[in-house]
Nanobody, 115 residues
């Protein structure tokens, strides 16, 4: 079964850190275009960080210097290291992979940052 499962969300105070994990099954993360997105109620889901099939990385301006996307091909995992968290980072975070030209999404994990 092809799927993504996120974990690692939680509640932290501003300035804190969290690491989100995304476990992939049914396909290899090596060479897959993947990314992290986030969404708050009433707003469009936005891209946070992307890693291309060739390992090119892009970040949203709002998280540059604070978030780091990475993948571990031995564990078949995608990660998002989030530091210096701000209340405006509060959202549901989703992992996405492009598999055979189709978007595959995880179920999301809640991140709440309190001031």
């Amino acid at each position: 079964q092809v799927q993504l499962v996120e974990s690692g969300g939680g509640s932290v105070q501003a300035g804190g850190s969290l690491r989100l994990s995304c476990g992939a099954s049914g396909f290899a993360v090596r060479g897959a275009a993947m990314g992290w997105y986030r969404q708050t109620p009433g707003k469009v889901r936005e891209s946070v960080a992307q890693i291309s099939s060739g390992d090119r990385i892009n970040y949203a301006d709002s998280v540059k210097g604070r978030f780091t996307i990475s993948r571990d091909t031995t564990k078949n995992m995608l990660y998002l290291e989030m530091n210096s968290l701000k209340p405006e980072d509060t959202a549901v975070y989703y992992c996405k992979a492009v598999i055979y030209y189709r978007d595959l999404w995880g179920q999301g994990t809640q991140v709440t940052v309190s001031s």
